[in-house]
């Protein structure tokens, strides 16, 4: 009885309601998928051995990891000087150019592919100016080709490498970079041997993230690559269209999982990363080779003193061509990001009757289509139902669950951390095939019901990360001092804990709900027939007609973020005077 008072009275109980919801959609049904790809109870590895058997197979798998890799790399190699650039600018064009890369990042990415079907198809923009400028005869082969993914695949994930960097360079305490620069170091050395060893967590972190999600891309592949660029995600889905083999599908989803997971373990047991110690281990591997750099880089010791001497005190140094590469670096940056969606909204508003660029009149006639057209507002509605029931589930549970992770101890806290965002680092085709099954059994497949359950356990993910941080850096002393006036704990958390919590709490309802409204490929596997969510229906008209309605759709999907983004400000700024206004009451009372 005493253990029960315990365990009701400890924190971790709040994380329950979010558990079993996890357990039910999600994790049961993983158990179930993987005791199918063995055949349990006979325990065979036949389909996995029939997997590697197919020549085509292997090919998929091996094409799957090059392609994750390559746009990893891609994103790594624009976003690092981009992240860097802009943690060097000013507070207050920081703070521009951050919206700026956030902007495409809460952007739809169906909107964001489709963006580049305008772009790069044969009657795309590019073709149409090279042919209206008699450059080209007849249109380039520009889309469905390995090239045409990796430029979907980077824009959309290019944000996700970004923003880490930046959260972790600003956090780099630059008095380090000018001491090393006031021991003589010159400025690539002061970058070299200080900054990148600190900012290599940021870096890490966004490599990770955009490996993990690109194992797993479905849309943008199928939609920009052609049929020999097939992904693991493609092959997946097929079977599950096709013959619907539980075993054969459990095999490639856990051999993709195996994958993701393997490379999320080097990397998190990577000691050396933050610390820099890959430059040691090299130096450690090569001794030989190490001690000759050393003896040459000291020959020129004394050259480089007497060069540091003669600009220690120089007010202006030759950095205008830098200035100049880095401005050029984050503008053709942000146009990479922006310019796609500015396209497609110029687009929308034309008077043709196909999609032309530019426009040769304007016109509002494919916004009135998609106003007037039924199955367009139903689908509509059904997406704006299913996302405002998931952010209210998600965040409800999703809160409770950081606020007891928050109190409870560190070792459990990682355990539960690491479960409750499996959902957004397991691969979306097998998260949603994991939800298939799980609402067969209870008999929700096609329903909302069902869609939102889905939708819910990856939004719960988000809420989890941005309220655990907000709660971070809580006071806790703040409740301990209401407590001491005898308020009970659910009056502390209402009067005390949750007002200055609210901003993460809506930060975190935020991306649940546009997790949920851009959501397709676990809707396209839990809707079934009968239910078709905005982003379903769009991702139909893409893949089987030009219906430039689309058009109308992706540049209101754009929009949204940026009605977010304003009522975030707006609830931020109003919170703000709030504090404000109470702590000049208080200063008055003084």
Not at 63 to 92: D, H, N, R
Request: overall charge positive; proline content about 5%; some cysteine.
């Amino acid at each position: 009885m005493l253990t029960l008072q315990k365990l009701t009275r400890a924190s971790v109980v709040l994380t329950f309601p979010a558990l079993c919801l996890l357990l039910l959609v999600f994790a049961i049904p993983i158990v179930q998928l993987f005791l199918n790809s063995i055949n349990a109870p006979a325990l065979s590895l036949v389909n996995y051995v029939t997997f590697f058997v197919h020549p085509a197979n292997v090919r998929v798998l091996i094409q799957t990891i090059e392609v994750s890799i390559v746009a990893t790399v891609i994103c790594a190699i624009i976003g690092y000087p981009t992240a860097y650039l802009i943690t060097a600018a000013s507070k207050q064009v920081r703070s521009v150019l951050v919206i700026l890369v956030l902007i495409p990042y809460l952007t739809s990415s169906l909107a964001r592919t489709y963006a580049w079907v305008m772009i790069l198809g044969d009657r795309g923009l590019i073709n149409n100016l090279l042919l209206d400028l008699r450059v080209i005869t007849s249109p380039l082969p520009l889309i469905y080709n390995r090239m045409a993914m990796y430029i979907g695949m980077v824009h959309i994930m290019l944000p996700i490498m970004i923003l880490p960097l930046v959260s972790v360079m600003l956090g780099i305490d630059k008095s380090q970079v000018a001491a090393a620069r006031s021991m003589g170091a010159r400025p690539f050395s002061a970058f070299w041997r200080v900054f990148l060893p600190l900012s290599l967590p940021g870096l890490r972190s966004g490599a990770l993230l955009v490996f993990i999600l690109s194992l797993g891309f479905y849309i943008t592949p199928a939609a920009l690559g052609g049929l020999r660029d097939a992904m693991l995600s493609t092959f997946i889905a097929a079977e599950v269209q096709s013959s619907f083999n539980l075993g054969r599908i459990g095999a490639a989803s856990f051999i993709l999982l195996a994958i993701a997971m393997t490379v999320l373990a080097v990397l998190r047991l990577n000691p050396a990363g933050p610390k820099g110690n890959a430059a040691s281990d090299r130096r450690n591997r090569f001794p030989a080779a190490g001690a000759l750099v050393r003896h040459l880089t000291e020959l020129g010791t004394l050259r480089r003193a007497r060069r540091w001497n003669m600009h220690l005190y120089r007010a202006g140094d030759a950095t205008h061509v830098w200035r100049f590469i880095g401005i050029t670096v984050v503008i053709f940056t942000l146009l990479f990001l922006l310019f796609p969606g500015v396209v497609v909204i110029i687009v929308s508003f034309s008077a043709g009757t196909q999609l032309e660029f530019p426009p040769s009149g304007f016109s509002v006639q494919w916004y009135r289509s998609f106003f007037a057209d039924p199955s367009w507002n139903g689908a509509a509605l059904s997406s704006f139902e299913i996302a405002i029931s998931v952010t209210i589930i998600s965040t409800i549970l999703g809160t409770l669950a950081a606020y007891g992770l928050s109190r409870s101890a560190p070792m459990l806290r990682n355990v539960l951390t690491l479960v409750l965002l499996a959902p957004i680092t397991f691969p979306v085709i097998v998260v949603g095939i994991a939800a298939y099954l799980g609402l067969v059994s209870f008999g929700l497949v096609g329903s909302k019901t069902g869609i939102v359950l889905a939708h819910s356990i990856g939004a719960m993910s988000y809420v989890v990360v941005v309220v655990a941080a907000t709660l971070a850096n809580f006071d806790i002393s703040l409740e301990q001092a209401a407590k001491s006036m005898r308020a009970g704990p659910f009056r502390t958390f209402m009067r005390v804990t949750l007002p200055l919590i609210r901003p993460g709490i809506l930060g975190g309802a935020v991306f649940a709900f546009l997790h949920s409204f851009d959501e397709v490929v676990i809707s396209l596997l839990v809707s079934g027939l009968s239910i078709r969510t905005l982003p379903l229906k769009m991702w139909e008209n893409i893949r089987h007609e030009i219906d430039p309605t689309v058009a109308a759709v992706a540049s209101l999907l754009m929009l949204l973020p940026v009605l977010w983004l304003v009522a975030m400000y707006f609830i931020w700024w109003r919170s703000r005077s709030r504090m404000q206004a109470a702590s000049a009451r208080m200063l008055a009372a003084v």
